[in-house]
């Protein structure tokens, strides 16, 4: 993992201070993992991170992710994070990102993002600005497409869409009725 890619994750916060993780190199796992935190800071929005090269390239989701494929997410593209961020749950301190955070759903993400019939490395799909993934969670399984919009002319803006698949739901809305961490079973009103 490149400083380099972590230095506006560490630029933006004092993480003696903040309680989160300064970044440190996770080794072990062998499939890529996805995390999808629940953090109600000024406002309550989800933070959908998949693992690429080493960090966790992040979108927040201000209505979080959705299983029905006609809804359509704004997803702000923010700065890496190192992938000790995972598990991070708890209280960040005064300053950016105050508030809590819980690890609403994670997993392993297959990348399954092609062009011409061609896979894709997942770094460079998301340089192309479009990105397709097989999540494989708790609470969102099935193929999630993430496309670069620059809606309202922000380079930071894409959309994140629930591929008709599997595991596709039209009715269930988790992301309002399963409020709980996957890992410790908290809600951010416990923390």
């Keep these: 993992m490149s400083k380099d890619r972590l230095s506006t994750y560490r630029g933006k916060r004092d993480t003696g201070a903040s309680g989160e993780p300064a970044g440190h190199r996770r080794r072990g796992h062998r499939e890529a993992i996805f995390v999808v935190q629940r953090h109600d800071a000024s406002s309550l929005h989800f933070d959908f991170r998949l693992e690429v090269d080493g960090v966790l390239a992040s979108w927040a989701v201000p209505k979080g992710p959705s ?6 997410r704004l997803a702000v593209q923010v700065e890496d994070h190192p992938l000790d961020y ?12 105050e508030g809590t955070v819980i690890v609403w759903d994670t997993g392993t993400f297959d990348n399954v993002t092609e062009r011409k019939g061609e896979p894709v490395d997942l770094a460079d799909a998301i340089d192309a600005g479009h990105v397709k993934v097989a ?8 193929a999630f497409a993430l496309t670069h ?3 309202g002319g922000d380079e930071k803006n894409w959309m994140l869409v629930k591929v008709d698949d599997d595991g596709a739901d039209r009715r269930r809305k988790p992301t309002s009725t399963q409020n709980e961490s996957v890992l410790s079973g908290r809600t951010n009103e416990d923390l």
């Design 86 to 97: 995972a598990d991070f749950e708890g209280r960040i301190g005064e300053g950016y990102g």
């Design 67 to 72: 299983l029905d494929p006609r809804d359509k």
């Design 149 to 151: 919009t620059r809606m």
């Design 135 to 142: 999540l494989h969670g708790e609470k969102l399984t099935g």
